[in-house]
């Protein structure tokens, strides 16, 4: 009975493995078929894209790719990736028709949202064209001028509210001189609120249209750190505030004058905010080599109450304060790091900050140092000079 058993798998296996071995070898010769060739145009033309472009074979191989679809990673060794887009392209290159297409997603968990506008069409036999657009920088800007411009909206809406029942108030109380005295002094420290956040707002609209490198000056840092301290001299007076330097004389930069002084002077105005009455804030200055490059930096240090460790990587956010209630009393907008740090940026430059709560803070602005070129070597060495 076993061989009888035994004889009927063994017959029945026979033809599969029959079948088995003809469909490997029609496969294989399948693929032992050249791919078509990509012509020298399109392999200039992809090349010359700045989107990320690959061109892809009858059997799902990438047959051409450019830099650029590399680094978006849609290709991985020889195939298209992710699967979403390879289904894309068999589709295309079965119908024939060409398709457009907006794919979202991550490419790392924690990572930011990406969007990727995506076209396919089909070149024949067998070869298909992607072309792949990065929309994600558009995508993350478009999303932050909504909240810059709802984050505005919000912050409007307290001095504007505020001014509005103090001037009810004011009405009420038009036979009681105290209380319109009182009402009058709150209504004007509301209005001076507003202005300073209009004003702040402006200005960080302003930098963000401008390009400090595009026409630049010289900009002498003694002059810019003496510009700030006297800007908000008045203020650490009202508070008792110490203000000193120590500066290194002749330092200079490149860029403009006004948006330096206005990141100096937000950080003297900060630190003198943030520090109790009777504190101390220095302003200091120093020439420094870093890999071989010589850069300027400028440091606002203080005593003050300090900024929690989880709160560091906010503070630059727009209208973002560590203590709300404190940044309120003083008059702070939520705007002033945000303009530091973006003028710093358009300088080529960067802002680091140590503090410690109860001990301080130091934010250090460094910028690329200006030198002045030799005229001898400001010479074309192709230049010819005649003899007489």
């Known amino acids: 009975m076993a061989t009888v058993l035994g004889l009927a ?10 079948w088995i071995k003809k469909r490997s070898r029609a496969t ?18 992809v090349g010359l894209l700045r989107a990320g472009a690959l061109v892809v074979g009858p059997y799902d191989e990438v047959l051409l790719s450019n830099p650029r679809a590399r680094t978006l990673g849609l290709v991985r060794g020889s195939r298209v990736s992710p699967e979403e887009l390879l289904d894309m392209v068999r589709g295309v290159r079965q119908s024939g028709q060409s398709v457009g297409s907006v794919l979202k997603g991550r490419r790392e968990p924690g990572t930011p949202v990406t969007e990727l506008a995506v076209r396919i069409a089909a070149l024949g036999e067998g070869l298909v064209l992607m072309i792949v657009d990065d929309r994600s920088a558009q ?5 932050i001028k909504r909240d810059f411009v709802g984050n505005v909206s919000h912050e409007l809406k307290t001095p504007v509210g505020a001014i509005r029942v103090l001037a009810e108030a004011v009405e009420d109380a038009y036979d ?16 001076e609120r507003l202005s300073e956040l209009i004003r702040q707002i402006i200005e960080l609209s302003r930098l963000q249209s401008d390009d400090p490198l595009l026409q630049p000056e010289v900009v002498s840092v003694d002059e810019v750190i003496t510009d700030a301290i006297n800007n908000r001299r008045e203020l650490a007076e009202s508070r008792s505030v110490n203000l000193s330097t120590a500066v290194t004389p002749g330092l200079r930069v490149l860029g403009d004058m006004r948006q330096l002084t206005s990141a100096v002077t937000n950080l003297i105005e900060n630190a003198i905010n943030y520090s109790n009455l009777g504190a101390r804030v220095s302003v200091s200055s120093r020439a420094c080599t870093d890999d071989g490059d010589d850069f300027v930096e400028i440091a606002v240090s203080d005593n003050g109450i300090g900024i929690p460790p989880e709160e560091l990587d906010r503070i630059f956010e727009r209208f973002y304060r560590v203590d709300y209630a404190r940044s309120r009393a003083e008059g702070g907008t939520g705007l002033g790091l945000a303009i530091v740090k973006h003028a710093i940026g358009a300088h080529g430059g960067s802002v680091n900050v140590w503090s410690k709560p109860g001990q301080g803070s130091t934010f250090t602005l460094r910028l690329p140092a200006y ?7 400001t010479e074309s060495p192709l230049t010819t000079r005649g003899t007489s």
């Open 28 to 45: 294989a010769a399948d693929l032992s078929e050249p791919s078509p060739q990509v012509s020298e145009q399109l392999q200039v033309a």
């Open 139 to 143: 995508v993350r800007t478009d999303e």
């Open 371 to 377: 030198e002045e070129i030799p005229a001898a070597a």
């Open 9 to 18: 798998v063994g017959l029945a296996v026979i033809p599969m493995l029959n």
């Open 176 to 191: 009681d001189p105290e209380a319109v005295h009182r009402f009058a002094i709150r209504l004007i420290a509301e209005a």
